[in-house]
């Protein structure tokens, strides 16, 4: 079992950056494909980013491409989403993600083996 555990969501301003973590358990994270989601009320959840095992290849929904970055600290077990220029419509609850050891990228939620409490994330105009 792998637990993850999302950390940093708040209130912020349209404009402002903020960074999410996510900590995972076990021994097996760096080779763990990751990845972020999110879930708006009302709104089915989306994928917003990923990052390979090896943190060489990353991927965005092009919403956020260009404001958000996903990196990794594989020894520290915790994987980033830096979040740049936030706008209201990025207000969601954010899940962390993981999927099987040594598997591609994650690129939706049928990917991922393993997700996250979720933390929240409001951005205020």
């Known amino acids: 079992q792998v637990q993850l555990v999302e950390s940093g969501g708040r209130l912020v301003q349209a404009g402002d950056s903020l960074r999410l973590s996510c900590a995972a358990s076990g021994r097996t994270f760096s080779s763990r494909p990751m990845g972020w989601f999110r879930q708006a009320p009302g709104k089915e959840r989306e994928f917003v980013a990923a990052?390979?095992?090896?943190?060489?290849?990353?991927n965005y929904a092009d919403c956020v491409k260009g404001r958000f970055t996903v990196s990794r600290d594989n020894a520290k077990n915790t994987v980033f989403l830096q979040m740049n220029s936030l706008k209201p419509e990025d207000t969601a609850v954010y899940y962390c993600a993981a999927r099987t050891v040594y598997r591609n990228i994650i690129a939706g939620p049928n990917d991922v083996n393993y997700w996250g409490q979720g933390t929240q994330v409001t951005v205020s105009s």
């Open positions: 990052i390979s095992w090896s943190g060489g290849i990353t």
